[in-house]
């Protein structure tokens, strides 16, 4: 047991022995949190005698959970049973798979994944005569997944409340939910519905599943959604042993649910609750951790604590301004060279990391003159991502007429010329000896040929053979991508990550003939490209420069850091710049915050200038880096003070447009200036608005969080008068539900604490009082989410 306390400073080792009641740690970058967690974990084994099958630990991913389950077994040995180290996704499956059939549903039930929810959509855009240019599957996947965040498409599988509707994407949706039920089949966003709605509607189970759970840990509490949190709530009611661990600072996944506020109002929900601040940071150098506090502490949602290191101070931080992105690629490639001569390092060491994929496109092809090996991690080289050698294509067929290029490309997009048709046209180049697209070319009127498609396909690239004279490359693309449907194509894919690399190729293409004082023709750029597109630079070793978004880093370290793209427009992104949002700024700065904190010995800052493709303006750094005293780093490159005063006159211009505030919380009662009151049912934080239900018209309406004609009605939760009885039929649903589950829990639970657990003085009964009342505004909590 001693040896579980070893190696620990003070607060790891509160954290480590804290074992009863609700606890939040709070645990900054570097600070050992999964040591201490693991260690946590062993301790309760091993100092308390718990059953590891009487312990939940919960984190985000699956990576995690095996790291954690690895480094657990060291501890207490490999006999123990540590499936329950899992992700929220993987204890749903655990329940359910234990207590679906309470709920009329079978216990061999199958779990879809993406690719299987995209197989049932084709099903059913077949069965429907429809097309992705109707609905992309994107959009009517967002759909059904906003869709499950509601409780009532549970009663049309569960209950089968079939009612008829007009609108196609709910058409789409219903046929959705009916395959999935003819399967016995539940995607991601079921299993934590079901779940949550089997303990709802059985107390026996909840009970039971709250009795086997004596302590539950959750690791990286700040990316849990509000409905996840509420499960591990309805869990840890019953012993009351809550351990939350996580940094809000490193909140980066909003966008898919993540509640920072979780784990920063922790101590508000649980007024009992113990926090304990690990700010000692054993990764990064004091400059490096300097320019972080210095970056985030201007948000406003977190909880303050001083990162703090005992490591040698180190070099400085170092910002790199280039003329342009190819100066930009160029300077990291020469000072990844420096680093490896003069620092005794391997490419291993050194890490790229960039806010978009596109991103990536100057530094690998720097990377690749330079002869330097690099790996995409997480994702797909540049040259090597579908819609760049769609387009390479293109221009490659209309000037050499290759068969690679042809058959990549003869039927995308889709025109209808398939297996059978390419077999023809096959035949017939091996009978001529000719290639592919010549045999199409010279045999369009042969029977088997002879279709639309091919035709237009052939036109298509033949005009473009006689005209490539008069256009410039960059225009050439643009002219090609819109006439060959590419565009359409991509746009209607709902894809834009693809949509913003063919503007980064177009922006390189720019660049090129800008250069040069002679225009460079398509033969040239196909010659200059072939280098970046030929895979001879690959070999078997695993020495390599690691190239990922922010977003794949967080989780992992570095010795040495680039952050690349650090511009106005990528980050923070132009989404969240045109949207105005204080947060959505504030997650673009905690994403700076967790590029920095990835580094150990050294951090650059690169950006350039130019175009920017998604702001329409010139390109200049990042508000971010305004927000860094000059102190914290040192300059490299020629930053004028034209570009620092337009840059700072720009930015000026956007913060005097107030960022939109949320003022509302689900469940207040509102008055708007024409409707009168209403109740907010949701938030929609991404679109910046709140669904409001007004009585007077007896509607909900979408206002947005800057309309001014709105204000909460104090001290009132809900409407009064005779209004209050005017509740929609899900209110009334709900309503009834809560009560009837109240009085069930009211009979059951709470009768099981007073024989159990029989207070002993007042103050347990005034406890009991307070646990009662927080037991309520949990139910309370989850009607609203679910309503």
Same mark, same amino acid.
């Given at each position: @047991?001693?040896?579980?306390?070893?190696?620990?400073?003070?607060?790891?080792?509160?954290?480590?022995?804290?074992?009863?009641?609700?606890?939040?740690? $709070?645990?900054?970058?570097?600070?050992?949190?999964?040591?201490?967690?693991?260690?946590?974990?062993?301790?309760?084994?091993?100092?308390?005698?718990?059953?590891?099958?009487?312990?939940?630990?919960?984190?985000?991913?699956?990576?995690?959970?095996?790291?954690?389950?690895?480094?657990?077994?060291?501890?207490?040995?490999?006999?123990?049973?540590?499936?329950?180290?899992?992700?929220?996704?993987?204890?749903?499956?655990?329940?359910?798979?234990?207590?679906?059939? !309470?709920?009329?549903?079978? *216990?061999?039930?199958?779990?879809?994944?993406?690719?299987?929810?995209?197989?049932?959509?084709?099903?059913?855009?077949?069965?429907?005569?429809?097309?992705?240019?109707?609905?992309?599957?994107?959009?009517?996947?967002?759909?059904?997944?906003?869709?499950?965040?509601?409780?009532?498409?549970?009663?049309?599988?569960?209950?089968?409340?079939?009612?008829?509707?007009?609108?196609?994407? &709910?058409?789409? /949706?219903?046929?959705?939910?009916?395959?999935?039920?003819?399967?016995?089949?539940?995607?991601?966003?079921? +299993?934590?519905?079901?779940?949550?709605?089997?303990?709802?509607?059985?107390?026996?189970?909840?009970?039971?599943?709250?009795?086997?759970?004596?302590?539950?840990?959750?690791?990286?509490?700040?990316?849990?959604?509000? *409905?996840?949190? @509420?499960? $591990?709530?309805?869990?840890?009611?019953?012993?009351?042993?809550?351990?939350?661990?996580?940094?809000?600072?490193?909140?980066?996944?909003?966008?898919?649910?993540?509640?920072?506020?979780?784990?920063?109002?922790?101590?508000?929900?649980?007024?009992?609750?113990?926090?304990?601040?690990?700010?000692?940071?054993?990764?990064?150098?004091?400059?490096?951790?300097?320019?972080?506090?210095?970056?985030?502490?201007?948000?406003?949602?977190?909880?303050?604590?001083?990162?703090?290191?005992?490591?040698?101070?180190?070099?400085?931080?170092?910002?790199?301004?280039?003329?342009?992105?190819?100066? &930009?690629? +160029?300077?990291?490639?020469?000072?990844?060279?420096?680093? +490896?001569?003069?620092?005794?390092? =391997?490419?291993?060491?050194?890490?790229?990391?960039?806010?978009?994929?596109?991103?990536?496109?100057?530094?690998?092809?720097?990377?690749?003159?330079?002869?330097?090996?690099?790996?995409?991690?997480?994702?797909?080289?540049?040259?090597?991502? !579908?819609?760049?050698?769609?387009?390479?294509?293109?221009?490659?067929?209309?000037?050499?007429?290759?068969?690679?290029?042809?058959?990549?490309?003869?039927?995308?997009?889709?025109?209808?010329?398939?297996?059978?048709?390419?077999?023809?046209?096959?035949?017939?180049?091996?009978?001529?000896?000719?290639?592919?697209?010549?045999?199409?070319?010279?045999?369009?009127?042969?029977?088997?040929?002879?279709?639309?498609?091919?035709?237009? /396909?052939?036109?298509? $690239?033949? *005009?473009?053979?006689?005209?490539?004279?008069?256009?410039?490359?960059?225009?050439?693309?643009?002219?090609?991508?819109?006439?060959?449907?590419?565009?359409?194509?991509?746009?209607?894919?709902?894809?834009?990550?693809?949509?913003?690399?063919?503007?980064?190729?177009?922006?390189?293409?720019?660049?090129?003939?800008?250069?040069?004082?002679?225009?460079?023709?398509?033969?040239?750029?196909?010659?200059?490209?072939?280098?970046?597109?030929? @895979?001879?630079?690959?070999?078997?070793?695993?020495?390599?420069?690691?190239?990922?978004?922010?977003?794949?880093?967080?989780?992992?370290?570095?010795?040495?850091?680039?952050?690349?793209?650090?511009?106005?427009?990528?980050?923070?992104?132009?989404?969240?710049?045109?949207?105005?949002?204080?947060?959505?700024?504030?997650?673009?700065?905690?994403?700076?915050?967790?590029?920095?904190?990835?580094?150990?010995?050294?951090?650059? @800052?690169?950006?350039?200038?130019?175009?920017?493709?998604?702001?329409?303006?010139?390109?200049?750094?990042?508000?971010?880096?305004?927000?860094?005293?000059?102190?914290?780093?040192?300059? !490299?490159?020629?930053?004028?003070?034209?570009?620092?005063?337009?840059?700072?006159?720009?930015?000026?211009?956007?913060?005097?447009?107030?960022?939109?505030?949320?003022?509302?919380?689900?469940?207040? $009662?509102?008055?708007?200036?024409?409707?009168?009151?209403?109740?907010?049912?949701?938030?929609?934080?991404?679109?910046? &608005?709140?669904?409001?239900?007004?009585?007077?018209?007896?509607? =909900?309406?979408?206002?947005?969080?800057?309309?001014?004609?709105?204000?909460?009605?104090?001290?009132?939760?809900?409407?009064?008068?005779?209004?209050?009885? *005017?509740?929609?039929?899900?209110?009334?649903?709900?309503?009834?539900?809560?009560?009837?589950?109240?009085?069930?829990?009211?009979?059951?639970?709470?009768?099981?604490?007073?024989?159990?657990?029989?207070?002993?003085?007042?103050?347990?009964?005034?406890?009991?009082?307070?646990?009662?009342?927080?037991?309520?505004?949990?139910?309370?909590?989850?009607?609203?989410?679910?309503?």
């Amino acid at each position: @047991m001693e040896n579980l306390k070893e190696n620990l400073n003070d607060q790891q080792l509160e954290a480590v022995t804290e074992t009863e009641g609700y606890v939040r740690v $709070i645990a900054g970058a570097g600070s050992g949190k999964t040591k201490a967690l693991t260690q946590r974990y062993a301790y309760i084994v091993d100092a308390l005698g718990i059953n590891t099958s009487n312990i939940l630990c919960v984190t985000f991913t699956n990576k995690a959970a095996q790291e954690m389950r690895k480094r657990v077994k060291k501890l207490v040995g490999t006999n123990s049973d540590l499936s329950y180290i899992t992700t929220y996704h993987g204890f749903c499956v655990r329940v359910l798979r234990e207590d679906i059939n !309470k709920i009329a549903y079978p *216990k061999n039930f199958i779990i879809m994944d993406v690719e299987d929810q995209k197989t049932v959509l084709r099903q059913v855009y077949a069965e429907r005569g429809l097309t992705s240019k109707v609905f992309t599957f994107k959009q009517v996947l967002r759909y059904i997944s906003k869709q499950k965040s509601t409780q009532e498409y549970l009663r049309y599988i569960l209950e089968s409340k079939k009612q008829e509707t007009d609108n196609e994407i &709910e058409k789409i /949706f219903r046929r959705y939910l009916e395959k999935q039920q003819r399967n016995f089949a539940l995607d991601f966003d079921d +299993l934590l519905n079901f779940t949550l709605y089997l303990f709802i509607n059985n107390p026996d189970v909840l009970e039971k599943w709250q009795k086997r759970l004596h302590y539950i840990q959750v690791d990286e509490t700040q990316d849990s959604s509000q *409905k996840q949190f @509420m499960l $591990i709530e309805l869990l840890s009611q019953y012993h009351k042993n809550l351990f939350v661990v996580g940094d809000p600072d490193q909140t980066i996944y909003e966008w898919r649910g993540a509640k920072p506020e979780i784990l920063v109002d922790f101590d508000k929900q649980f007024p009992e609750s113990k926090t304990i601040i690990m700010n000692q940071n054993y990764r990064s150098t004091p400059n490096i951790l300097s320019l972080g506090n210095h970056i985030i502490k201007n948000n406003k949602i977190r909880v303050d604590k001083d990162m703090f290191t005992e490591n040698p101070k180190g070099v400085d931080v170092v910002h790199f301004h280039a003329q342009n992105d190819y100066e &930009e690629g +160029l300077w990291v490639a020469n000072e990844i060279k420096r680093l +490896l001569s003069e620092e005794n390092c =391997t490419y291993s060491d050194v890490a790229i990391l960039y806010r978009a994929n596109h991103i990536s496109r100057s530094i690998e092809q720097s990377l690749i003159r330079e002869n330097i090996p690099y790996s995409v991690f997480g994702g797909i080289r540049f040259f090597e991502r !579908k819609e760049i050698k769609d387009v390479l294509a293109y221009l490659r067929l209309i000037q050499f007429e290759d068969d690679f290029s042809f058959l990549r490309i003869v039927n995308t997009p889709s025109r209808g010329l398939g297996k059978k048709f390419l077999e023809s046209v096959a035949k017939i180049a091996d009978q001529q000896n000719t290639s592919l697209y010549t045999a199409l070319k010279d045999n369009l009127k042969h029977r088997e040929l002879s279709r639309k498609g091919a035709i237009e /396909f052939v036109q298509l $690239i033949e *005009k473009y053979k006689k005209e490539k004279i008069d256009f410039i490359v960059s225009d050439l693309v643009k002219a090609v991508m819109d006439e060959s449907g590419l565009t359409s194509y991509y746009r209607t894919d709902g894809d834009t990550d693809r949509l913003d690399n063919i503007k980064e190729l177009q922006n390189s293409i720019i660049l090129l003939e800008t250069q040069d004082e002679a225009p460079i023709d398509l033969m040239e750029y196909l010659q200059e490209i072939a280098l970046y597109t030929d @895979m001879d630079i690959e070999d078997d070793s695993n020495d390599r420069i690691k190239l990922m978004t922010i977003h794949t880093s967080k989780g992992l370290e570095f010795p040495f850091v680039f952050l690349c793209g650090f511009t106005e427009g990528i980050l923070p992104s132009a989404m969240a710049i045109k949207e105005r949002r204080a947060k959505a700024i504030e997650e673009e700065r905690r994403l700076t915050y967790v590029a920095i904190t990835r580094a150990e010995k050294a951090f650059y @800052m690169t950006e350039s200038e130019g175009y920017n493709f998604s702001l329409g303006t010139s390109k200049y750094p990042s508000r971010f880096l305004f927000e860094i005293s000059d102190n914290y780093y040192v300059s !490299k490159g020629e930053l004028s003070q034209e570009i620092i005063k337009a840059a700072k006159a720009q930015l000026k211009s956007d913060t005097t447009q107030q960022l939109i505030q949320k003022k509302f919380e689900v469940g207040d $009662i509102v008055h708007h200036q024409i409707w009168k009151e209403g109740k907010v049912i949701a938030v929609n934080d991404v679109k910046g &608005e709140y669904q409001i239900e007004f009585l007077e018209i007896g509607k =909900t309406k979408p206002i947005t969080y800057e309309f001014k004609g709105l204000t909460k009605v104090e001290g009132s939760s809900e409407p009064t008068g005779d209004d209050k009885n *005017k509740k929609t039929d899900l209110e009334e649903d709900w309503t009834a539900l809560i009560e009837e589950k109240d009085r069930k829990r009211g009979s059951q639970l709470l009768k099981n604490d007073e024989e159990e657990q029989p207070p002993a003085n007042k103050n347990e009964k005034g406890n009991s009082k307070q646990s009662k009342e927080k037991d309520n505004n949990l139910w309370s909590r989850l009607k609203d989410l679910w309503s």
